[in-house]
């Protein structure tokens, strides 16, 4: 069965500073990977998504996920932190088998907090 | 085009009662997905609909169920509330379903039970 676990919790940055968010994915087979991005009181954004392309994805805002199949990482980035980045960020793995009519669902992990210091 | 709208956006409800959510899908989109959303269990898969037809669901009791009209509209029902089934539920649509690689997401239904 397919999974996500998301290795923080809770991270810490100083604004200016480099992001980095920790995901680790557990599945059969290639996997397609997304990151989501929750604000307070918002819905769901996607960032980005991997689905057996270019390894390395780049999303909105300057982040960036690396595809590791050795690793089975899919690690969250962005160079320089900025007071609007502070949410709630998923990682998320597709599962399920295709039946013919798109029947897959989303696994959700369970999120990390990101708080930007001024 | 406008986006995913969820209503209510807040409910409060007492234990035992039954309580219906309200989602409108992009237009266009003939998907809508369904997840809850707790600070225990996370963001939890309920339910897909496309089509009018349930062809997706999650390990939620029979409690909770579905439907979705022609015009993609759906709703979601609980019935015989539990203290437990307080949580932000999110609706998500897509064009053509899950496979696709997007789902847009709403922005969700606080429901309390008390």
């Known amino acids: 069965a397919q999974s996500v676990t998301q290795l923080d919790s809770h991270v810490s940055v100083s604004e200016g500073t480099p992001v980095l968010l920790r995901c680790n994915y557990s599945?059969?087979?290639?996997?397609?990977l997304f990151w989501y991005v929750q604000h307070p009181n918002k819905g769901l954004q996607l960032l980005l998504k991997?689905?057996?392309?270019?390894?390395l994805v780049k999303g909105i805002n300057g982040f960036e996920a690396e595809f590791k199949k050795s690793e089975t990482s899919f690690h969250l980035t962005k160079p320089s932190a900025h007071m609007s980045d502070a949410a709630e960020y998923f990682c998320?793995?597709?599962?399920?088998?295709?039946?013919?009519?798109?029947?897959?669902?989303?696994?959700f992990g369970k999120g990390t907090k990101l708080s930007v210091i001024p | 085009k406008a986006g995913v709208t969820q209503t209510p956006r807040y409910l409060i409800k007492t234990r035992g009662q039954q309580v219906t959510l309200s989602c409108s899908p992009i237009?266009?989109?003939?998907?809508v997905s369904w997840y809850q959303q707790t600070p225990g269990q996370g963001l939890q898969f309920l339910f897909e609909?496309?089509?009018?037809?349930?062809?997706n669901k999650g390990n939620f009791p029979g409690r909770f169920s579905g439907r979705q009209f022609s015009n993609s509209r759906s709703e979601m029902n609980v019935s015989t509330l539990e203290l437990g089934d307080s949580a932000l539920y999110l609706c998500?649509?897509?064009?053509?379903?899950?496979?696709?690689?997007?789902?847009?997401f709403g922005p969700g239904t606080r429901l309390t039970v008390l």
């Open positions: 998500a649509s897509s064009p053509g379903g899950v496979a696709y690689n997007e789902q847009f």
């Open positions: 599945s059969s087979y290639s996997p397609s």
């Open positions: 991997y689905t057996s392309a270019a390894t």
């Open positions: 998320v793995v597709r599962t399920g088998a295709y039946s013919g009519a798109g029947s897959y669902q989303l696994t």
């Open positions: 237009s266009g989109h003939r998907s």
């Open positions: 609909y496309f089509s009018e037809t349930q062809r």
